[in-house]
């Protein structure tokens, strides 16, 4: 029979929304713990904390668990899975689920670590979980909890040694176990994995012959994964029959679904590269949505939609990419997870929305989106700085060179702010040095004052000169546009030059000045080094048709149609192909059907795996009351957005905070049209302790009570695995639906950040739909 040493017999006695741990034998307090914060330490505060389920679709693995439950065996090996497929957030979750169902499995723990190793502070609290539970485990898992925990002590700083024992570990397990195909999959992964720690792969095809091995036991295993990322940079084509396996093996990972996209990118098969990350948005969206996640939560959620857009751009489906492109922009942002300042959607949805209308000269839509919350200004001097490039070049492009002169102005304005803080940072590190200077005990020479100075100033300098250098290339660059469409054309293609203009543009503006053997020559060794694309090659049929040579004209008009399937024919650099058309008798749509490849495997129709655009779901009902017994429901809101704060309970301090920081803010959000209702785990007393405790006069809106926890568990603002609540704050609109959410172990403290994201989210939902015509397919 196990010695139960989880947590040992602790009792955990609730006083006011707190929890002090005691040990049974002596009644002495062990901790403190917050709450909403987990029982077990700070690495199971984050993370999912709602129940798994066994989902279908995650891969083949068969990892034999020591478990007296045969369902935490299912977790684990579906945690497996997800590993494979680098879909570790709900990894952790079927892990954590195994442990639930049995808390002295240690391999539980060792998956909650492998799912959290680019954290880890999280995957040492992890990992020291499944040591103390090792006598439960078998000799095979206690080999993989040693590797993995010998690898997460050992010195970060000796890479190379750290990542040759973790390999010779998992090498050991198979010289034992030679059967482990799972072993043979994580070891392929640690091959290729060892470059980051300056081990080169000394021979591609040895990783591959392992991964062999593999698929001789289990041919559709997830590790197709692995082979994708081996032969990614080094010999694509050989990935082939994986690319076409890959999203098979587990079609219910989104991630899975993307990898082989690499492999069809990089040998310009564009129109297959889309679909596999078509299929993989659809998937991420899907799941999304069914389990209250927020988008950028998922790992590489981001940078599939964006690299997606890349490739419908390269096709041609303009439409299509203008939507998922809009899409991202409207996805929620949070401080955490998505913002204008990191990479996550936000930043991803204006940057590939402004590439893919540059791209198809779409001037009047970027004019028009600008004036949205889609491509509005910000506070973001990159993406300021950006949009001003983008706007500039349309109004110019339409003519429009008082509109186009006035972005010129702003980005002035701009360059002048920024040297006036370059100066103001020079000048302060200059007197601080100077400072130091004065205080030290020894005084440095003269020459090495100098120096001191110097390189601080130098210092200071650097850390605008990249924002400097961006506004310069955006004035250069829109004074290059202004002189070659209005004034001087051979002065603007220098100008363009300057900015560091990208090809096909640089070709473009040759031909607009009249250069047009030079940019024959410049877009002709383009096209030739980007196969696949639709733009250039349209570009280049065009300037060669204006350019007289027809022949040449009527060649790239033909290798364009054996790309034309997906386009989308109504838009400027496409119709401007119609004189060749016309010359070939080919009416107005001549576009070739596109035939799907013998090669990319057993592909599901797209819409089974999910929507193509993520879409809000709906809020649970629900009917509460308040301290004096009146009745407050959702439904009563409808029509009006609505805040909704869980928190738990008078005695929680951090709760009192919460409320105290939102309530003064209750004003400017009832200015903006938004209501706020706090639910709370107390009964009716308990809310009246809690209005009792505002110290400001009435409290600005009503606090209702779910002393059941339905709605808690409803929203998900409930710890399943221990039975606790989570604190929540939940943004619904007119219609009922879950525009942002925050649950956490800790509340949400930045009202004004909510009350900034409602007045983005609900601009972009009341914006009569900026489109293209609906493309001719």
């Known amino acids: 029979m196990r010695s139960n040493n989880f947590l040992h017999a602790v009792i955990f006695l609730v006083s006011g929304g707190i929890v002090f741990a005691q040990d049974a034998t002596d009644q002495k307090p062990v901790k403190e713990i917050l709450a909403g914060h987990s029982s077990h330490g700070e690495a199971f505060n984050e993370g999912p904390r709602q129940a798994a389920y066994l989902m279908p679709g995650t891969g083949t693995v068969r990892f034999p668990t020591t478990t007296t439950n045969p369902e935490a065996e299912k977790f684990v090996e579906q945690g497996v899975g997800q590993l494979h497929g680098f879909w570790f957030f709900e990894a952790e979750r079927s892990f954590r689920q195994a442990a639930m169902i049995d808390p002295e499995c240690a391999i539980a723990y060792w998956g909650m670590a492998m799912a959290n190793q680019v954290n880890e502070d999280r995957a040492k609290g992890f990992i020291s979980e499944a040591v103390k539970r090792i006598d439960q485990a078998s000799d095979r898992e206690t080999q993989y909890i040693h590797a993995l925990n010998a690898y997460l002590e050992a010195d970060p700083e000796k890479k190379k040694k750290r990542a040759q024992d973790y390999t010779k570990a998992l090498e050991r ?372 048709w204006e350019a007289g040579n027809q022949d040449d004209a009527i060649v790239s008009f033909k290798r364009l149609r054996e790309l034309s399937g997906p386009m989308d024919m109504d838009v400027p650099v496409f119709l401007r192909l119609k004189p060749i058309a016309e010359k070939l008798e080919l009416g107005s749509d001549w576009r070739l059907a596109y035939r799907v490849p013998d090669d990319v495997g057993k592909r599901p129709n797209l819409d089974e795996l999910g929507p193509f655009r993520w879409q809000p779901t709906a809020a649970p009902d629900w009917e509460l009351k308040d301290a004096t017994g009146t009745s407050y429901t959702l439904r009563q809101f409808r029509g009006q957005p609505l805040i909704v704060i869980f928190y738990l309970g008078y005695g929680c301090l951090h709760c009192a905070e919460q409320l105290e920081a939102f309530a003064p803010m209750a004003e400017a959000f009832a200015e903006a049209d938004v209501q706020l209702i706090a639910i709370s785990t107390d009964d009716q007393k308990g809310l009246k302790n809690s209005l009792d405790n505002y110290k400001n006069g009435t409290f600005p809106f009503p606090l209702v009570s779910n002393a059941d926890l339905d709605v808690f568990k409803a929203y998900r603002a409930y710890d399943d695995f221990e039975k606790v609540t989570l604190h929540g704050t939940f943004l619904i609109d007119r219609e009922g639906m879950v525009r942002w959410q925050d649950t956490s172990f800790e509340p949400f403290m930045e009202p004004k950040f909510v009350l900034k994201e409602y007045l983005r989210l609900f601009g972009q939902q009341q914006l009569t739909t900026l489109a293209l015509p609906t493309p001719v397919r």
Request: some cysteine; aromatic content about 6%; proline content about 4%.
């Open 173 to 544: 397990i198979i010289y034992e176990y030679p059967e482990d195909i799972e072993a043979k999959a994580l070891l392929a992964l640690q091959l290729w994995k060892n470059r980051s720690s300056e081990i080169p792969i000394a021979s591609h095809l040895a990783v591959d012959a392992l991964l062999q091995q593999v698929f001789a036991a289990q041919p559709m295993h997830p590790c197709h994964h692995y082979r994708i990322h081996l032969w990614d940079y080094e010999k694509p084509e050989v990935a082939i029959t994986s690319a076409a396996r890959c999203g098979q093996t587990s079609p219910n990972i989104a991630h899975m679904w993307h990898m082989p996209g690499h492999i069809f990118s990089r040998l310009h098969r564009y129109n297959d590269a889309a679909w596999q990350q078509e299929a993989s948005a659809r998937v991420d969206h899907a799941h999304m949505m069914k389990d209250q996640v927020l988008p950028d939560q998922i790992n590489n959620f981001a940078h599939n939609n964006e690299w997606l857009i890349r490739n419908l751009i390269h096709v041609g489906r303009v439409q299509d990419a203008v939507d998922l492109a809009k899409n991202m922009i409207e996805l929620p942002r949070h401080p955490k997870y998505n913002n204008l300042g990191n990479r996550g959607s936000s930043y991803y949805g204006r940057l590939r929305l402004f590439q893919v209308l540059r791209t198809f000269e779409l001037w009047d839509l970027l004019i028009e989106l600008s004036d949205t919350p889609y491509l509005d200004a910000t506070d973001t001097l990159k993406e300021q700085v950006k949009r001003l490039r983008f706007l500039g070049t349309a109004h110019f492009h339409k003519g429009d060179d008082e509109s186009g002169d006035k972005q010129l102005s702003l980005l002035d304005g701009l360059l002048e702010e920024q040297q006036m803080k370059q100066d103001k940072a020079v000048k302060e590190a200059e007197e601080e040095a100077q400072t130091e200077i004065k205080k030290a005990e020894e005084k440095p020479s003269k020459e090495e004052q100098e120096k001191s100075i110097k390189e601080a100033r130098e210092k200071a300098a650097q850390k605008s000169e990249q924002d400097i250098s961006a506004i310069e290339k955006a004035i250069l660059s829109l004074e290059g546009y202004r002189q070659l469409l209005i004034k001087d054309p051979e002065e603007g293609i220098a100008l363009l030059r300057k900015a560091n203009e990208s090809e096909p543009w640089l070709s473009q503006a040759e031909a607009k000045a009249g250069n047009m053997e030079t940019a024959l020559e410049q877009l002709g060794k383009w096209v030739d080094e980007n196969p696949g694309e639709v733009q250039p090659l349209a570009m280049l049929a065009e300037i060669q």
